[in-house]
């Protein structure tokens, strides 16, 4: 059961499961404690259909670049960015940085910058939506607005 829940491409984690597993004989989620909040939360999630997220994803990247995303990038480059290995790999940086280094055109970074973005953003849908305590609503449906306050619990937010 704990095996299903971790991605098999996190090495860590799995060896980290196994070793709880053989020392103490039971599941490694057995040994978790319970998600504790510290403060009274409400988790509010928007369901966007993955058509219009990739879309609007695109948009976002298109408007960065128009934005001068590539220029800054090239002057982060100058200050030594690639030096700095978690921001140099983060998205958009890593792929403009390929342009920069002339291992791909701005077209194709740019490109890769949408495909990667979509991909991270269906990740991060795939990990919230195994959060029960989430309470997801359409993002685009009428009653949105009141369906929040519901979940809130108070219409005096607005």
């Not at 342009?99 to 194709?108: A, F, V």
């Not at 495909?115 to 939506?129: G, L, P």
């Amino acid at each position: 059961m704990a095996a299903a829940a971790i991605l098999p491409t996190n090495g860590r984690r799995i060896v980290r499961a196994l070793e709880v597993i053989e020392l103490t004989g039971e599941p490694f989620t057995a040994t978790l404690p319970p998600p504790v909040s510290i403060y009274p939360t409400i988790r509010i999630g928007l369901e966007i259909p993955r058509s219009v997220l990739d879309e609007r994803i695109a948009e976002r990247v298109h408007l960065m670049w128009a934005a001068g995303f590539v220029e800054e990038v090239r002057e982060l480059a100058a200050a030594g960015l690639a030096n700095w290995r978690t921001a140099s790999r983060a998205l958009g940086y890593l792929q403009v940085l390929a342009y920069l280094n002339g291992d791909c055109s701005s077209e194709q970074a740019l490109q890769a910058t949408i495909d990667a973005t979509s991909k991270f953003a269906r990740r991060q849908q795939r990990w919230f939506r195994r959060d029960s305590r989430i309470t997801w609503i359409d993002y685009d449906a009428p009653d949105a607005v009141p369906r929040v306050l519901a979940a809130l619990g108070s219409e005096t937010l607005m």
